[in-house]
């Protein structure tokens, strides 16, 4: 049966997130966008009323929330301000190799201390010279003993400099392409450098660093899953993710959305208020389906997740048409707006800026169609996701 009701207990989450958006992040995010101020006040607020670390099970103290669950909340959040929401969801995203590849002890040690206090954790694939292309990174691991020495500067990550530990990728064999790479969990300390806090287009109050390790030394019991495997490891971890930044996307462009009917209300020209010329009400009905299609596919990628099975291909299918379609109705918003959509006071003028990296981080929409294209093309079903929470 599919039934897209959502239940009592999603309904409250929804309306915690909302609330929480509403009166937390709305009032400040043009504000820090602005001077890209870093939201550490309301990352310890999040952390506090339980709308960070949703995918934390149970067993490690968090609340153990379904990926339904999470795209929900992410969807009200980045209604808030997406370049926030990044900052407040990064941890799922850093902490979702260690659900999928981690050991109970590891799980216990690092899921506890996000849960304990709002502490932020980073996810290190990017590379100066390997983005789209994962295997061709760099970065080294080397065993000495019972220890991993890591070598090597990873890009774009986001919270990069407020993280207290980083899921790493690294080549454990230079010559092996993608069957060479290994995941780590690293801690940080002095021989990890943060530098070079990018200046954006868009999302300034999340904060995007680059991670540089000198010669840092790393347990071998931190390794996530076995040498050589990390490859699989990134890349399910990424199935998990993707849909969150679907409901981003999501968000991202309901916001713009009700911006641009409200003004399209009030705005007269020739007489009678925008709303009623028809070239602005298809505008408003196309940016209405292309937001009701994306979050359908986005609660389908999830939902799919949550069932224990492997959604590589809904996954993709959601990331890039809801980017996409986030990029679309946002520069629309600021169509409908005219003008004033142009200019920084008026609130459509972020959202086209802030769309635009929901076409690139996570995988750009060329990846996700690449993805899709391989995925139905030459479709490889048989590996399901070890484990449920993202
Ligand atoms: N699940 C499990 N296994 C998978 C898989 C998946 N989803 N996708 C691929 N694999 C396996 C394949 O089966 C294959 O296995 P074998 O070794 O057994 O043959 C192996 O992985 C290699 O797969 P491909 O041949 O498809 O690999 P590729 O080198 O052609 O790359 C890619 C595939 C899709 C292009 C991949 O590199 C990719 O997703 N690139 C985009 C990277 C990305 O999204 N980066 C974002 C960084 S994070 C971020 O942006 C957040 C932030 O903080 C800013």
Known sequence: MVDFTLTDEQKNLRDLAHDFAEKEIRPVAWEYDKDGTWPQDIIDKAHDVGLMNTHVPEEYGGPGLSHLDGTIIEEELAWGCSGIQTSLGANGLASAPVTIAGSDEVKREFFGELVESPKLASFCLTEPGAGSDVSGMRTKAVRKGDKYVLNGSKCFITNGQYADWFTVYAKTDMDAGHRGISAFLVRRDDTVVIDKKEDKMGQRASNTATVTFNDTEVDAKYMLGEENRGFKVAMQTLD????????????????????ACD??????????????HQAIQFMIADMGTKLHAARLMTWNAATLLDQGNRNTLESSHAKRFAADSAMEITTDAVQIYGGYGFIKEYPVEKLMRDAKIMQLYEGTSQIQRLVIARETLLP???EAPTATAA
Do not use: H, L
């Open 240 to 259: 998990f993710t993707r849909p969150g930044v679907a409901a981003m996307a999501v968000g991202i462009g309901r916001a713009a959305f009700e911006f």
């Open 263 to 276: 003004y399209s209300k009030e705005r007269v020209q020739f007489g009678v208020p925008i709303a009623m």
């Open 380 to 382: 490889r079903r048989a």
